[in-house]
């Protein structure tokens, strides 16, 4: 199907969705403070962008408004559960977000039907997706979209290590 106000990201478009990343990076935090937001993000995000772009497994999606501002983006890939389930297709959705002042316009919608198109062009049985139990209006928007509560994440929360304890070299990161 066509949406007018969506299409799939190009290379050029990699600034522009760079910030609307951070920002929903930086939303999350504020929602969760265990969402802190890395100090090289933007750094990762642009090393990753051009691979994503040219990926036939993953798809980045931007939402245009009527002046052609980029306000919106998701960014979804092929996905399969580990090999002790049963073989299943499926596309996890990364991220979605539309800048504050242009949500309620169709623009969020119009982003997952764009990704709900994709899904059944390759075939997958489902999307998977995850939103922060703090985010209510994330969560009243996924209900909205017939997305329907599959599991439970639960964390226990350890002591805050001081400054003096190095991190050990399972916590360096490697692009996401």
Do not use: C
């Not at 990926?55 to 501002?69: F, K, L, P, Q």
């Amino acid at each position: 199907m066509n949406y007018p106000d969506v299409r799939q990201a190009q290379m050029a478009d990699q600034e522009t969705v760079g910030a609307l990343w951070k920002q929903l990076l930086d939303e999350q935090s504020t929602l969760d403070d265990r969402m802190g937001v890395a100090d090289d993000a933007l750094d990762r995000w642009h090393n990753d962008f051009p691979v994503w772009v040219e990926d036939e497994t993953a798809r980045i999606y931007v939402a245009e408004n009527e002046e052609g501002e980029v306000v919106g983006f998701a960014a979804a890939r092929r996905w399969g559960p580990p090999p002790i389930y049963e073989e299943s297709s499926e596309v996890y959705l990364d991220e979605l977000y539309v800048r504050s002042e242009s949500r309620r316009s169709g623009y969020g919608t119009q982003l997952v039907h764009a990704v709900r198109d994709w899904s059944d062009q390759i075939g997958a049985r489902r999307i998977r997706l995850r939103v922060l139990t703090a985010n209510q209006e994330g969560r009243a928007f996924w209900a909205a979209q017939e997305a329907i509560p599959m599991s439970l994440t639960f964390t226990i929360e350890g002591e805050t290590p001081s400054e003096e304890t190095a991190p050990d070299e399972g916590s360096k990161k490697i692009g996401f």
